[in-house]
């Protein structure tokens, strides 16, 4: 019952919470020192570097940001293939390219460690609550090994392919539907206010109708309550992702129009608002027509 987190952020701290509650003995590392004192606040037990991750954990989740983070952490010199014993699983919930992850598997083959492609969604408070679904990709025989593991994370977990790099396809996919929805919600909410519509009649037609979803509703909810900053769902998050399958159509010939005009919405806001959350789009939309939707009701800008 010893598990390992590398990487501490919004989601990663989700899962090592999770992983605690559940009764497995935890160690994680993250650069950032206050994320590593929350984690030890939780109950876990800090590492000073990825190895010592390694020698801790017979499972590791891995929640990086980008694949050569995620290629540093799992076979640099001092990463966990150097440390982690034969029979031991890493589980990448990381969302990076296929490539990316089929590369690093064939690596990491040799070593005898297991390996699971697996990115999850939920978001940062499906990863609170241990609820996050996961696309999970291996032989199906070594995911039945290390399912506890999973399980106390998520609360769906599909086996969406036997290779390593499927995972990570079917995450893009959804990513495509997710940047996309994100994108017309915060356009529809901007036309809802420069027709003089309150947000919270907006949010209670959409969330009872067939638009409604998590995805939008969270997303017009933070608008109409202006909730732009440390939500858990940072823009760049979703910029990179649209990016990844953005290039993987590219490379396979399909035409993404409306993922391509989202991902140029996610650019344009991520460089007027570094700072912010996936909404934060509509803030391009009110710079145009001067009004901003709030709960009660259109407001000026």
């Given at each position: 019952?010893?598990?390992?987190?590398?990487?501490?952020?919004?989601?990663?701290?989700?899962?090592?919470?999770?992983?605690?509650?559940?009764?497995?003995?935890?160690?994680?590392?993250?650069?950032?020192?206050?994320?590593?004192?929350?984690?030890?606040?939780?109950?876990?037990?800090?590492?000073?570097?990825?190895a010592?991750?390694?020698e801790?954990?017979?499972?590791?989740?891995?929640?990086?940001?980008?694949?050569?983070?995620?290629?540093?952490?799992?076979?640099?010199?001092?990463?966990?293939?150097?440390?982690?014993?034969?029979?031991s699983?890493?589980?990448?919930t990381?969302?990076?390219?296929?490539?990316?992850?089929?590369?690093?598997?064939?690596?990491?083959?040799?070593?005898?460690?297991?390996?699971?492609?697996?990115?999850?969604?939920?978001?940062?408070?499906?990863?609170?609550?241990?609820?996050?679904?996961?696309?999970?990709?291996?032989?199906?025989?070594?995911?039945?090994?290390?399912?506890?593991?999973?399980?106390?994370?998520?609360?769906?977990?599909?086996?969406?392919?036997?290779?390593?790099?499927?995972?990570?396809?079917?995450k893009?996919?959804?990513?495509?539907?997710?940047?996309?929805?994100?994108?017309?919600?915060?356009?529809?909410?901007?036309?809802?206010?420069?027709?003089?519509?309150?947000?919270?009649?907006?949010?209670?037609?959409?969330?009872?109708?067939?638009?409604?979803?998590?995805?939008?509703?969270?997303?017009?909810?933070?608008?109409?309550?202006?909730?732009?900053?440390?939500?858990?769902?940072?823009?760049?998050?979703?910029?990179?992702?649209?990016?990844?399958?953005?290039?993987?159509?590219?490379?396979?010939?399909?035409?993404?129009?409306?993922?391509?005009?989202?991902?140029?919405?996610?650019?344009?806001?991520?460089?007027?608002?570094?700072?912010?959350?996936?909404?934060?789009?509509?803030?391009?939309?009110?710079?145009?027509?001067?009004?901003?939707?709030?709960?009660?009701?259109?407001?000026?800008a």
């Amino acid at each position: 019952m010893k598990a390992g987190v590398v990487g501490l952020g919004d989601m990663g701290s989700g899962l090592a919470l999770n992983l605690i509650r559940t009764g497995f003995q935890t160690t994680a590392f993250d650069l950032n020192q206050e994320r590593l004192d929350a984690f030890a606040a939780m109950g876990g037990q800090p590492a000073a570097g990825v190895a010592g991750v390694g020698e801790n954990a017979a499972a590791v989740f891995v929640m990086v940001m980008t694949g050569a983070q995620a290629r540093a952490v799992i076979l640099g010199d001092d990463g966990l293939a150097a440390a982690m014993a034969p029979g031991s699983v890493i589980l990448l919930t990381a969302t990076i390219s296929p490539a990316d992850v089929v590369a690093i598997a064939a690596e990491l083959e040799p070593t005898g460690i297991d390996f699971i492609d697996t990115p999850v969604s939920g978001g940062f408070p499906g990863a609170q609550a241990g609820t996050l679904t996961m696309m999970a990709a291996a032989p199906a025989p070594l995911l039945a090994a290390h399912r506890e593991v999973m399980e106390a994370v998520s609360a769906d977990i599909h086996h969406v392919g036997d290779e390593a790099g499927m995972g990570q396809t079917v995450k893009a996919c959804l990513q495509t539907i997710i940047g996309s929805v994100f994108a017309a919600t915060s356009e529809a909410a901007g036309l809802a206010a420069r027709a003089g519509i309150s947000g919270q009649i907006l949010y209670d037609v959409v969330s009872t109708s067939g638009a409604g979803s998590g995805v939008a509703n969270t997303a017009l909810e933070n608008i109409i309550d202006r909730q732009f900053v440390g939500t858990g769902s940072h823009i760049s998050t979703m910029y990179k992702d649209l990016t990844i399958s953005l290039d993987m159509a590219r490379d396979l010939g399909v035409p993404l129009h409306t993922a391509a005009t989202a991902m140029q919405l996610f650019q344009a806001a991520k460089t007027r608002h570094p700072e912010g959350d996936n909404w934060i789009i509509i803030r391009l939309v009110e710079a145009i027509t001067g009004v901003q939707l709030h709960r009660n009701g259109p407001v000026e800008a």
